[in-house]
C-alpha cells in the first residue's frame, strides 16, 4: 500500500477500552499506512489477553511499542527521534519500561536495532505478532528477543481487532497481506512478504461484528485490494496448482466487494489501494451495482512517463492508465480519483517530468499524495540505479506538481457546488465546535452547522460554498440510509 495516512503527522498514540484485571500498561503509536495502524489494532488485541491496557501516558508504561514505517527515509528518522524519546523516559523516569519495534522497520534493520544501537528490547515483524507473549517473556526474564520472520499463510483472520482511538463510526478490516508487485522504487515486498489473502467468511463476520457495534463505514485494506484471491488458502501465485472445484469456488476482489456490499446494505465500503495493472472493470462495475459501495478510487501511477514507468517495473504504461481512467468514468461518471505521485526517480529528465505534469493535467484527480524520491535500502532501485536527480531538482518538481494539484483539486470540488450530497459524520470540524465534519462518497470532506444531527447519522447536505480541499453546506436532513 503506497499511500501514507499523513506522512507529516506525528504518530498516533491509541487507547481502548479497558479491562479491570488488566495491570499491565502499552504504549502503542503507529506511523505510515493504513495497514499500520490496523495491525496495531492486532497488537492491542493480542496483548490485552496477556493483560494489558493501553495508555496514553508514557511514563507510566510497562511496554512501549512504536509500529513502524519503511517507505520513505522521513518517515524512519521520525520514529528514530520517538526512540530517542522513548529512552529518555526508560533513563530517567521509569527503568522497568521496555522497548520495542514493530512493522516494517523491524523487519528491514532487525538486529540493528539490538545488537549495534542497543535501543530497543524486542524486535517484531509484521507477521510475527502472535508470538508477541513469547517475546515478551524472553524480555522479562531479560533478555533481548527477535522475530522478524515473514509468513506464507498469516493474515490474523482470526484474531478480533480492538477498535484504537476509534470514533466508533469509521473502521479498516484488512483483506490482504504482502504484495508481490516488484516495483523496484519500493520495500514493500521485502518487508512484509509474499502476497495472501484472507478467508472472506471472516471478512464477512468482523462487518457484521462492526455493524453490531455500530459502525457505518469499513474501509478494506491491502497492499494491493485488486490482487485479493481466496480459493482455500495459500499464495496467490499458487493458484495454478488449485484444483477444478476449488478454481470454481474462488473469490477475487469484484466478489468479495459484491459479498461485503451485499452482506451490509446500509453500510458504507471503501477500499485501499489499487494498482492499475490488476484494478479490472469487473471491480468498478460492481462497485457501480451497489449504491453503499463508495465512489472513490485511490489509483496510485507514481509517473506519467513510459519510460520511468519500466524502470519503476510498473507493470501499465501510461496510455493503459489514461484508458482505465477513461473507463472508470463511463463506467461511474461521478467517481473520485486520487493518486500517488513520485518525482525525481533515478534518470528522470524535465521531459520525463513534463509526462507527470501532461498526465495530471488530463485526469486531473480529485486529490493526491506527491512525495520526492527516496532511495529505500535493499529494492532495486537502489541497487542497481543511482540517486542522480539534485535535491533542488526533485523539490521544484514536487512543488509544482502540489501546486498543480491543489488547482485540479478545486476545479474538482467545485463541480459538487449546488449539488446535494450525502455526508456521513465522523466528527466535529476542527476549526469551528458548531459544525459537524464528515465525508462524501468521493472521499471529499463536507463541514455544515450541527443542528440536531449526531456523529454517526447520514445527512444530506446541500453544497453552498468549498476550498480546494473541503464543501461547506447546509443540512437539509437525514438521508435514507440511517
Same mark, same amino acid.
Given at each position: 500500500?503506497?499511500?501514507?495516512?499523513d506522512?507529516?503527522?506525528?504518530?498516533e498514540?491509541?487507547?481502548l477500552?479497558?479491562?479491570?484485571?488488566?495491570?499491565?500498561?502499552?504504549?502503542?503509536?503507529?506511523?505510515?499506512?493504513?495497514?499500520?495502524?490496523?495491525?496495531?489494532?492486532?497488537?492491542?488485541?493480542?496483548?490485552?489477553?496477556q493483560g494489558?491496557?493501553?495508555?496514553?501516558?508514557?511514563?507510566?508504561?510497562?511496554?512501549?511499542?512504536?509500529?513502524?514505517?519503511?517507505?520513505?527515509?522521513?518517515?524512519?528518522? %521520525?520514529?528514530?527521534?520517538?526512540l530517542?524519546?522513548?529512552n529518555? +523516559?526508560?533513563?530517567?523516569?521509569?527503568?522497568?519500561?521496555?522497548?520495542?519495534?514493530?512493522?516494517?522497520?523491524?523487519?528491514?534493520?532487525?538486529?540493528?536495532?539490538?545488537?549495534?544501537?542497543?535501543?530497543?528490547?524486542?524486535v517484531?515483524g509484521?507477521?510475527?505478532?502472535?508470538?508477541?507473549?513469547?517475546?515478551?517473556?524472553?524480555v522479562?526474564?531479560?533478555?533481548?528477543?527477535?522475530?522478524?520472520?515473514?509468513?506464507?499463510?498469516?493474515t490474523?483472520?482470526?484474531?478480533?481487532?480492538?477498535?484504537?482511538?476509534?470514533n466508533?463510526?469509521?473502521?479498516?478490516?484488512?483483506?490482504?497481506?504482502?504484495?508481490d508487485?516488484?516495483?523496484?522504487?519500493? +520495500? +514493500?515486498?521485502?518487508?512484509?512478504?509474499?502476497?495472501?489473502?484472507?478467508?472472506?467468511?471472516?471478512?464477512?463476520?468482523?462487518?457484521?461484528?462492526?455493524?453490531?457495534?455500530?459502525?457505518?463505514?469499513?474501509?478494506?485494506?491491502?497492499?494491493?485490494?485488486?490482487s485479493?484471491?481466496?480459493?482455500?488458502?495459500?499464495?496467490?501465485?499458487?493458484?495454478?496448482?488449485?484444483?477444478?472445484?476449488?478454481?470454481? %469456488?474462488?473469490?477475487?476482489?469484484?466478489?468479495?466487494?459484491?459479498?461485503?456490499?451485499?452482506?451490509?446494505?446500509k453500510m458504507?465500503?471503501?477500499?485501499?489501494?489499487?494498482?492499475p495493472?490488476?484494478?479490472?472493470?469487473?471491480?468498478?462495475?460492481?462497485?457501480a451495482?451497489?449504491?453503499?459501495?463508495?465512489?472513490?478510487?485511490h489509483?496510485?501511477?507514481?509517473?506519467?512517463?513510459?519510460?520511468?514507468l519500466?524502470?519503476?517495473?510498473?507493470?501499465?504504461?501510461?496510455?493503459?492508465?489514461?484508458?482505465?481512467?477513461?473507463?472508470?468514468?463511463?463506467?461511474?461518471?461521478?467517481?473520485?480519483?486520487?493518486?500517488?505521485?513520485i518525482?525525481?526517480?533515478?534518470?528522470?529528465?524535465?521531459?520525463?517530468?513534463?509526462?507527470?505534469?501532461?498526465?495530471?493535467?488530463y485526469?486531473?484527480?480529485?486529490?493526491?499524495?506527491?512525495?520526492?524520491?527516496?532511495?529505500?535500502?535493499?529494492?532495486?532501485?537502489?541497487?542497481?540505479?543511482?540517486?542522480?536527480?539534485?535535491?533542488?531538482?526533485?523539490?521544484?518538481?514536487?512543488?509544482?506538481?502540489?501546486?498543480?494539484q491543489?488547482?485540479?483539486?478545486?476545479?474538482? %470540488?467545485?463541480?459538487w457546488?449546488?449539488?446535494?450530497?450525502?455526508?456521513?459524520?465522523?466528527?466535529?470540524?476542527?476549526?469551528?465546535?458548531?459544525?459537524?465534519?464528515?465525508?462524501?462518497?468521493?472521499?471529499?470532506?463536507?463541514?455544515?452547522?450541527?443542528?440536531?444531527?449526531?456523529v454517526?447519522?447520514f445527512?444530506?447536505?446541500?453544497?453552498?460554498?468549498?476550498?480546494?480541499?473541503?464543501?461547506?453546506?447546509?443540512?437539509?436532513?437525514?438521508?435514507?440510509?440511517?
Amino acid at each position: 500500500m503506497e499511500k501514507e495516512i499523513d506522512e507529516n503527522k506525528q504518530g498516533e498514540s491509541l487507547v481502548l477500552e479497558q479491562k479491570e484485571e488488566n495491570k499491565r500498561k502499552l504504549f502503542i503509536e503507529s506511523y505510515g499506512c493504513a495497514m499500520n495502524f490496523s495491525d496495531s489494532e492486532i497488537v492491542a488485541s493480542i496483548m490485552s489477553e496477556q493483560g494489558f491496557n493501553t495508555t496514553q501516558n508514557l511514563e507510566e508504561a510497562d511496554l512501549v511499542l512504536v509500529n513502524t514505517c519503511s517507505i520513505r527515509d522521513k518517515a524512519e528518522q %521520525t520514529v528514530r527521534k520517538r526512540l530517542e524519546k522513548y529512552n529518555a +523516559v526508560k533513563r530517567d523516569t521509569n527503568p522497568k519500561m521496555k522497548v520495542g519495534v514493530l512493522g516494517c522497520m523491524a523487519e528491514r534493520l532487525k538486529t540493528k536495532f539490538l545488537e549495534e544501537e542497543k535501543i530497543v528490547d524486542l524486535v517484531v515483524g509484521p507477521d510475527a505478532y502472535k508470538d508477541l507473549p513469547n517475546l515478551l517473556a524472553e524480555v522479562d526474564e531479560g533478555r533481548d528477543a527477535i522475530n522478524v520472520i515473514l509468513s506464507k499463510e498469516e493474515t490474523y483472520g482470526d484474531v478480533s481487532p480492538i477498535r484504537l482511538n476509534t470514533n466508533g463510526v469509521t473502521a479498516f478490516v484488512s483483506i490482504t497481506r504482502g504484495c508481490d508487485n516488484m516495483c523496484t522504487f519500493c +520495500v +514493500v515486498p521485502f518487508t512484509r512478504g509474499r502476497e495472501r489473502s484472507r478467508d472472506p467468511q471472516s471478512i464477512i463476520e468482523e462487518i457484521n461484528d462492526l455493524w453490531n457495534k455500530g459502525y457505518k463505514e469499513i474501509t478494506l485494506l491491502g497492499q494491493n485490494v485488486d490482487s485479493y484471491l481466496w480459493y482455500g488458502g495459500g499464495l496467490k501465485k499458487d493458484f495454478d496448482k488449485a484444483s477444478d472445484l476449488q478454481k470454481a %469456488t474462488s473469490v477475487n476482489f469484484s466478489k468479495l466487494l459484491d459479498l461485503c456490499a451485499i452482506a451490509q446494505p446500509k453500510m458504507r465500503i471503501r477500499f485501499s489501494t489499487s494498482n492499475p495493472q490488476d484494478l479490472t472493470l469487473d471491480v468498478v462495475e460492481t462497485m457501480a451495482k451497489h449504491q453503499n459501495i463508495c465512489n472513490h478510487i485511490h489509483l496510485p501511477v507514481q509517473s506519467g512517463s513510459n519510460r520511468i514507468l519500466k524502470e519503476m517495473n510498473r507493470l501499465h504504461t501510461r496510455e493503459e492508465y489514461m484508458q482505465l481512467i477513461d473507463n472508470i468514468r463511463q463506467i461511474i461518471p461521478n467517481c473520485a480519483i486520487s493518486q500517488d505521485m513520485i518525482v525525481g526517480f533515478p534518470t528522470e529528465t524535465e521531459d520525463d517530468f513534463q509526462d507527470t505534469v501532461s498526465l495530471m493535467e488530463y485526469v486531473k484527480y480529485n486529490f493526491g499524495y506527491m512525495f520526492t524520491y527516496s532511495e529505500r535500502p535493499g529494492t532495486m532501485a537502489a541497487r542497481n540505479m543511482e540517486d542522480d536527480v539534485p535535491e533542488e531538482t526533485k523539490k521544484r518538481r514536487l512543488q509544482d506538481i502540489v501546486d498543480l494539484q491543489r488547482i485540479h483539486s478545486e476545479v474538482r %470540488t467545485k463541480e459538487w457546488l449546488n449539488t446535494t450530497v450525502e455526508v456521513l459524520i465522523e466528527k466535529e470540524s476542527k476549526k469551528s465546535n458548531t459544525q459537524w465534519s464528515g465525508r462524501t462518497p468521493q472521499n471529499i470532506v463536507c463541514v455544515f452547522p450541527k443542528g440536531d444531527y449526531k456523529v454517526g447519522d447520514f445527512v444530506n447536505v446541500t453544497v453552498t460554498n468549498c476550498t480546494s480541499a473541503t464543501l461547506i453546506g447546509e443540512a437539509i436532513g437525514l438521508s435514507e440510509n440511517n
